[in-house]
């Protein structure tokens, strides 16, 4: 068994306690390592205190990693902190129990970290999901995660236009079943919003020739076409009432009749739901039954807003410059660059998406985007553009942070940090540009990177 890296750190915990700790996972194949960087890493302390809350807020914010808490002290009271620990930064909280093989836990997470990190790696690259925001990045892996490890059905939810879609097709490609099955890798899409009520139960379960007047053959509906692949039921709350029993029958048992048909049919397939609407609210309105919902949401997913990824704003427009200017893709103009950033995208990635192909049709195709590339109408009224910032999403993670007890140097330190961070990756590692940006000089942000606040080539959107 191949060893695996880890950061390890301590904190009042004592001498012979790490020393037990440190042979434990050297034992089951963790190699420790002094300097806090790389993505995983193991915290020891004994009892929780504000400073081992500190300590994984700040190694969880510098080294990006997932932390294993490990306390040496077994009590009621230490159970309580759990759920502080966790929101303090880590990933896992484990009490050390040297009678139960506790080096063995630790082990297998940073194993099952490790290989969801190597295959969300390569699945972004390869699917080109554009996106760093830790947003878009958590659903993503959670999206990997779910796919990967589970059979359950996974339930997308979030607003449209959010790229819903996008992720289902990524479960198609991750599914454990479909080694030795190519065809599972095929995403057979329902609309749900699409269906015509008289029609919707022919498109789901097909229909028997004669079953109505247009029926003048036999047709195959959805479950069957998905038998061996992956289903995805998109606007599921758009089902209507009567048609959601059957549903319901043909999801929980994968048997189902054709319309007008007396044979049961069978069918197999990986099941995947998408609704941009509240569905527990439907249920307690009468409008979505209960017993389906808990069929499909073996494990929900909420897909981010755009507004709520605005880091990844730019990189999505330049991908989307870059598909229709395959020769030389313009940057953007600083004015245009703040345009798009503080737009509200009521329609998401989508929204975005259309205005980058609007804007495109405009531009002359030589120099930057600017200001007259942007169609009239789609420019801020009155000339004004509406800054966005701050605003609701950043006084929120502030309050967490005062909740939580970080510090307010802290808090200014981990602002400045992430800003920094965002510009040098939109300006695609470029520290000049990136520094005009923040109206600081690129001495400063050539400092950080030297003192190894800033990582060298930091730039790109994956």
């Known amino acids: 068994m191949p060893e695996r890296a880890a950061w390890f750190r301590r904190c009042h915990c004592s001498d012979a306690s790490e020393a037990e700790i440190r042979s434990s996972l050297t034992g089951a194949g963790v190699r420790l390592q002094e300097a806090v960087e790389g993505p995983c890493g193991i915290v020891c302390f004994e009892k929780v205190n504000d400073e081992v809350l500190s300590l994984l807020h700040s190694a969880r914010r510098e080294a990006n990693s997932r932390v294993v808490a490990i306390t040496t002290e077994q009590s009621e009271?230490?159970?309580?902190?759990?759920?502080?620990?966790?929101?303090?930064?880590?990933?896992?909280?484990?009490?050390?129990?040297?009678?139960?093989?506790?080096?063995?836990?630790?082990?297998?997470?940073?194993?099952?970290?490790?290989?969801?990190?190597?295959?969300?790696?390569?699945?972004?690259?390869?699917?080109?999901?554009?996106?760093?925001s830790p947003a878009w990045s958590t659903t993503v892996r959670n999206v990997v995660e779910a796919a990967r490890f589970s059979g359950a059905p996974i339930l997308l939810t979030g607003e449209s236009g959010t790229g819903k879609e996008l992720l289902a097709r990524l479960i198609s490609l991750v599914d454990p079943v479909e080694a030795g099955n190519p065809l599972k890798r095929e995403l057979v899409t329902v609309d749900c919003g699409a269906l015509v009520p008289e029609l919707s139960g022919s498109e789901f379960f097909g229909h028997e020739r004669g079953a109505f007047t247009s029926a003048v053959t036999q047709r195959e509906g959805a479950f069957a076409t998905a038998n061996g692949r992956t289903l995805l039921l998109d606007e599921i709350g758009e089902v209507p009432f009567h048609l959601q029993a059957q549903l319901l029958r043909a999801i929980q048992e994968k048997t189902y009749k054709r319309v007008g048909g007396n044979t049961w049919q069978t069918t197999n397939f990986r099941l995947v739901c998408a609704t941009n609407r509240n569905l527990i609210r439907m249920v307690h309105e009468g409008q979505f039954r209960l017993d389906l919902y808990h069929r499909i949401a073996g494990c929900v997913v909420r897909v981010p807003s755009l507004r709520e990824r605005k880091a990844d704003i730019l990189p999505l427009a330049t991908h989307f410059l870059q598909r229709i200017f395959s020769d030389s893709t313009p940057?953007?103009?600083?004015?245009?660059?703040?345009?798009?950033?503080?737009?509200?995208?009521?329609?998401?990635?989508?929204?975005?998406?259309?205005?980058?192909?609007?804007?495109?049709?405009?531009?002359?195709?030589?120099?930057?985007?600017?200001?007259?590339?942007?169609?009239?109408?789609?420019?801020?009224?009155?000339?004004?553009?509406?800054?966005?910032?701050?605003?609701?999403?950043?006084?929120?993670?502030?309050?967490?942070?005062?909740?939580t007890g970080v510090s307010l140097k802290e808090i200014t330190q981990t602002t400045a940090e992430t800003a920094i961070r965002i510009a040098v990756q939109s300006e695609q590692g470029n520290l000049q540009r990136a520094a005009s940006r923040l109206g600081i000089t690129d001495r400063a942000l050539q400092m950080r990177r030297a003192s190894g606040r800033l990582q060298p080539g930091s730039g790109g959107a994956g």
């Open 331 to 403: 940057g953007f103009d600083p004015p245009v660059a703040e345009y798009l950033l503080n737009r509200p995208y009521e329609g998401n990635v989508r929204e975005l998406r259309q205005l980058i192909e609007r804007i495109a049709t405009r531009h002359a195709r030589k120099g930057p985007i600017t200001v007259g590339d942007i169609a009239e109408e789609d420019r801020p009224p009155d000339g004004v553009l509406l800054r966005s910032w701050p605003d609701d999403s950043l006084e929120q993670s502030i309050a967490n942070a005062v909740i």
């Open 77 to 132: 009271s230490q159970n309580s902190f759990a759920w502080r620990l966790l929101h303090a930064g880590a990933s896992d909280v484990i009490a050390w129990d040297r009678n139960r093989s506790p080096a063995s836990w630790v082990r297998a997470r940073i194993d099952r970290w490790s290989e969801l990190d190597e295959l969300t790696a390569t699945l972004t690259r390869r699917e080109s999901l554009i996106g760093n």
